[in-house]
């Protein structure tokens, strides 16, 4: 078999290192590359990708480990490897659409995925609208944030105004969406290729109502419902992403998907469960790899 390609720019990174060493043990071969430093090049026969100044070649399949500052060049090398039908477990579609939190959602309306309220403005806007879908308290976010990063619960009308202005001064997309009152608490599934490979919930530390574990949260091992995993899975196909973290907050109407993430990391999850998810990440890859 040709070389399964790592894209990260993290060689060290722990999710990196165990992908690589899961798919030695399938007797396949990994090898890392650096995401930034790729170059493309189109001409009218031939699409290339090059890395240090070479072109690859022979490349079983690819798993992008994409960092969000650099979701627009990876959504450009993603389509390369669709020009050249290169195999990839993920495609420019799941990245595109799940990095930009706004069109996530517009690609789940009508799906029956329960998701919360959502709003987007690139203007100053009346907050008297927002009151006609939601009540305060609000949750106001960045477009793209990442890790609990740029997520802001707005207690009332009157800090949620200027809080939006500030945003949109600053050029911000800004997404506005209904409060999900839980106990801070989260729930983290991780999928792969269509299935659910271990979940945890995630729990906020004293003070803190995000439960990301950048933000200090701490996982235990979690069984999903029927329900969770319906959302879940499905989620994730209609998204396109091959491999996903998917986040759900459970709410006394049932569970509602709030993000899913397509680069997730994994070392919190092993911590938690003691699952180690390069196992079916690596055997996903050989399974889609050019025969």
């Not at 189109?42 to 100044?53: E, F, P, T």
Request: glycine residues 8%; aromatic residues 6%; positive net charge.
């Amino acid at each position: 078999m040709d070389d399964i390609i790592i894209l990260s720019e993290g060689r060290n990174n722990f999710s990196t290192k165990e992908i690589m060493k899961a798919i030695k043990e399938r007797n396949a071969s990994p090898r890392y590359i650096k995401t930034s430093k790729l170059r493309l090049c189109a001409d009218i026969d031939k699409a290339i990708i090059l890395y240090n100044d070479k072109e690859l070649e022979n490349i079983a399949s690819v798993i992008p480990r994409i960092g969000r500052s650099l979701t627009n060049f990876a959504y450009i090398i993603l389509r390369q490897l669709e020009a050249l039908k290169i195999p990839s477990t993920l495609s420019s579609k799941g990245l595109i659409h799940a990095r930009n939190k706004f069109m996530a959602v517009q690609e789940l309306i009508n799906s029956g995925i329960p998701f919360p309220t959502s709003w987007l403005t690139n203007s100053r806007m009346d907050t008297g609208a927002i009151k006609k879908k939601m009540d305060f308290p609000i949750i106001i976010k960045l477009l793209t944030g990442t890790q609990g990063i740029g997520v802001m619960r707005v207690e009332s009308e009157k800090n949620a105004v200027p809080i939006i202005d500030t945003l949109i001064e600053l050029n911000q997309l800004t997404l506005i969406q209904k409060y999900l009152e839980n106990n801070g608490e989260d729930i983290r599934a991780f999928v792969v290729d269509g299935n659910i490979v271990a979940s945890m919930k995630r729990i906020s530390p004293e003070g803190e109502w995000r439960a990301n574990i950048h933000a200090g949260g701490k996982g235990v091992p979690y069984k999903l419902s029927e329900e969770e995993k319906e959302i879940a899975i499905k989620s994730t196909e209609i998204l396109e992403t091959g491999i996903a973290g998917v986040d759900l907050i459970q709410t006394p109407e049932g569970s509602r998907l709030i993000e899913v993430n397509v680069s997730p990391g994994f070392k919190g999850l092993f911590e938690a469960t003691g699952i180690n998810a390069a196992g079916a990440i690596a055997d996903y890859a050989i399974k889609i790899a050019k025969k």
